[in-house]
T-cell receptor
Framework: AQSVTQLGSHVSVSEGALVLLRCNYS??????LFWYVQYPNQGLQLLLK??????LVKGINGFEAEFKKSETSFHLTKPSAHMSDAAEYFC???????????FGTGTRLTIIP | DTAVSQTPKYLVTQMGNDKSIKCEQN?????MYWYKQDSKKFLKIMFS???????INETVPNRFSPKSPDKAHLNLHINSLELGDSAVYFC?????????????FGQGTRLTVV
């Protein structure tokens, strides 16, 4: 069964600092991995996805993530945090033959001015 | 043009009532979903439909009944509402059939049962 673990339910970084949100997955077959962002009182927006092509994936708003099979990880990074990045971030996994997204518990990102 | 739209956005109702949430997508996707987000922000799938056929039913109480009149619409009807049903319900859609479940989400319906 597929699953995702997000370490750190709350992460605070200073404006301009590096953002690192952690995600580890478990899957019995090669996974497809996603990061979604949720702003207050809104739906989920796709930031980026890994679909077995390049292991370093670039997304919107300057975010990127690297798929590391040996570590079963898909951590999300951004070199320089902006106030507008404050939101809830969700890592998710799907796999061929299992047409659903399984989400992690989310990480709330706070940006300190 | 909104890709996945659901109505209403807010729903406040009394225990025991029956209510429906409607969802429509204009992306031409084959697969639609209902997800529930609880007060701790945890997202869990409830149902998935592919071309009007129920694919996933994740041990949801049978008070919840999805209906898909066509592949662009997926509605959720809830009977005998309980306090524990209070949550945000998200509709989503994806292309389907590839395993790459890149889902597009609606804005959510915040259901409050009092």
């Amino acid at each position: 069964a597929q699953s995702v673990t997000q370490l750190g339910s709350h992460v605070s970084v200073s404006e301009g600092a590096l953002v690192l949100l952690r995600c580890n997955y478990s899957s019995s077959v090669p996974p497809y991995l996603f990061w979604y962002v949720q702003y207050p009182n809104q739906g989920l927006q796709l930031l980026l996805k890994y679909t077995s092509a390049a292991t370093l994936v670039k997304g919107i708003n300057g975010f990127e993530a690297e798929f590391k099979k040996s570590e079963t990880s898909f951590h999300l990074t951004k070199p320089s945090a902006h106030m507008s990045d404050a939101a809830e971030y969700f890592c998710a996994v799907s796999e061929l033959g299992n047409e659903k997204l399984t989400f992690g518990t989310g990480t709330r990102l706070t940006i300190i001015p | 043009d909104t890709a996945v739209s659901q109505t209403p956005k807010y729903l406040v109702t009394q225990m025991g009532n029956d209510k429906s949430i409607k969802c429509e997508q204009n992306l031409g996707h084959d697969t639609m979903y209902w997800y529930k987000q609880d007060s701790k922000k945890f997202l869990k799938i409830m149902f998935s439909y592919n071309n009007k056929e129920l694919i996933i039913n994740e041990t949801v109480p049978n008070r919840f009944s999805p209906k898909s009149p066509d592949k662009a619409h997926l509605n959720l009807h809830i009977n005998s509402l309980e306090l524990g049903d209070s949550a945000v319900y998200f509709c989503a859609s994806s292309l389907g059939g590839t395993g790459v479940t890149e889902a597009f989400f609606g804005q959510g319906t915040r259901l409050t049962v009092v």
